[in-house]
């Protein structure tokens, strides 16, 4: 083979070689390009927001609400006329039919029975219009009694004498006028069999 045709051979070889090599070098130059394009993403920067935190949440109690009466009231039979005291607390459950919760106390004069200083629980029901309900003890304050001197009537308790207050009251919620009647029973097993009811009013004033 002359030294011509072997020129030819080596010249046509190294194009190929150098055409190759350069198709490869695109082709990888692309992959990288697609690749970087697909992988990297660019995320912009928001700084954080800061947080409010809301006022602490303030439950306000119902307030105490106290109310005293001054009381003139009457119930025939067992007090001819007596002046009582009374304090309630109004609304204690803001809500609901209680008007009120509280004690009275006072004392009267009798004539046919000791005159009694009674000692109640008292509860009322309602709103303007009540039911009162009262539950305590009525105290004798001359325990001996009578209009016979020469032949006393003897009360069988002076401490203890169970006592029940049932009627109709108007009170409102506020300072002002209240009235009421209502039944009296004291317990005495000793007398009369047993209970002993009287029927009474009164009336009064709210501060």
């Given amino acids: 083979m002359s030294n011509k045709s072997w020129s030819c051979r080596l ?120 039911l009162e309900v009262c539950l305590g003890t009525s105290i004798a304050i001359n325990p001996t009694y009578g209009t016979n001197a020469k032949n006393p009537l003897r009360w069988p308790s002076v401490w203890f004498t169970p006592t029940l207050l049932v009627g109709y009251r108007y009170q409102k919620a506020e300072t002002g006028i209240m009235y009421r009647v209502f039944i009296n029973t004291i317990v005495v097993p000793e007398i009369n069999g047993g209970p002993l009811p009287c029927l009474g009013a009164s009336v009064g004033w709210t501060f």
């Fill in 11 to 130: 010249v046509v070889a190294f194009t190929l070689c150098l055409l190759v090599g350069v198709s490869e070098s695109m082709h990888a130059q692309m992959h990288t390009d697609s690749d970087t394009s697909g992988s990297i993403t660019t995320v912009p920067f928001v700084a954080d927001t800061p947080r409010t935190i809301p006022p602490p949440v303030v439950v306000e109690s119902t307030p105490l609400v106290i109310r005293a009466s001054g009381i003139l009231r009457s119930a025939p039979l067992m007090e001819f006329v007596g002046i009582h005291a009374e304090a309630l607390v109004i609304r204690p459950f803001a809500s609901g039919w209680l008007h009120g919760i509280g004690l009275q106390a006072g004392a009267g004069y009798s004539y046919y029975t000791p005159s009694f200083a009674p000692l109640l629980l008292c509860t009322i029901w309602g709103k303007q219009h009540n």
